[in-house]
């Protein structure tokens, strides 16, 4: 049971380059959030998504597109990198369902730098 | 948004002596409150929660206060050790099960 898995750990991107951001989960889990952390910042929303084919925007949505094709997996795209998208990217996911629960499994992050 | 915040960005405290991490929260619409430490080079983890209609929550060495009036939020752990040093985030539960963190207290822990 490997958890959250998040793929790459670490990318450097020019400027105007795009990139996936893959984070899958073993656990069967509802839903799914991407989240982006910058110091001093905190964890800050991009998307979410309540189950497979749904997509919503969070805080920070603008410069950055997601799919959730399958139950499993969440991607995140960046189409244009600009360096302002320099962050540490999670992914989490929690079960969801009729039943509430707040206790989100996170990845081990993704390191980006825009140059 | 959501603004989740927290009063002090950093707080040492020595080996087992107990310690207490503040936050705010504006959302009075929130459910639940969650905790949540993150240690260098990982993802946050999940500590504790408390629903909106609950004062007082303990774990283990973890106690999660709530005061709805002042809209403030507490985690208070027991005999603070070493492996506790780490960045602890509070996060509100929104409509539609959105999560939304505060900015995060940078805890370390005096042998």
């Known amino acids: 049971n490997a958890g959250v898995t998040q793929t790459p750990k670490f990318r450097v991107l020019k400027t105007g380059q795009s990139m996936t951001l893959l984070c899958a989960q073993d656990?069967?889990?509802?839903?799914m959030y991407w989240y982006r952390q910058d110091p001093g910042m905190g964890l800050r929303l991009i998307h979410y998504?309540?189950?497979?084919?749904?997509?919503a925007k969070g805080e920070v949505p603008d410069g950055y597109n997601v799919s959730r094709l399958k139950k499993q997996n969440f991607l995140l795209g960046l189409e244009s990198a600009a360096p302002s998208q320099t962050s540490v990217y999670f992914c989490?996911?929690?079960?969801?369902?009729?039943?509430?629960?707040?206790?989100?499994?996170f990845g081990q992050g993704t390191r980006l730098t825009v140059v | 948004g959501e603004s989740v915040g927290l009063h002090l960005p950093t707080l040492s405290v020595q080996e087992g002596d107990n310690s207490i991490i503040n936050c705010a929260y504006s959302n009075s619409a929130s459910d639940y409150f969650i905790w949540y430490k993150q240690e260098s080079g990982k993802g946050p983890q999940f500590i504790i929660d408390?629903?909106?209609?609950?004062d007082k929550r303990q774990g283990q060495r973890v106690t999660v206060l709530l005061n709805k009036t002042v809209k403030h939020l507490s985690l208070q752990i027991a005999a603070t050790q070493p492996g506790d040093s780490a960045v602890y985030f509070c996060a509100e539960k929104a409509t539609g099960n959105q999560f939304y963190f505060g900015t995060g207290t940078s805890l370390t822990v005096i042998p």
């Open positions: 408390i629903r909106s209609n609950m």
């Open positions: 989490a996911s929690t079960l969801g369902g009729a039943v509430v629960n707040t206790e989100a499994f």
């Open positions: 656990m069967n889990h509802e839903y």
């Open positions: 998504s309540v189950g497979e084919g749904t997509t």
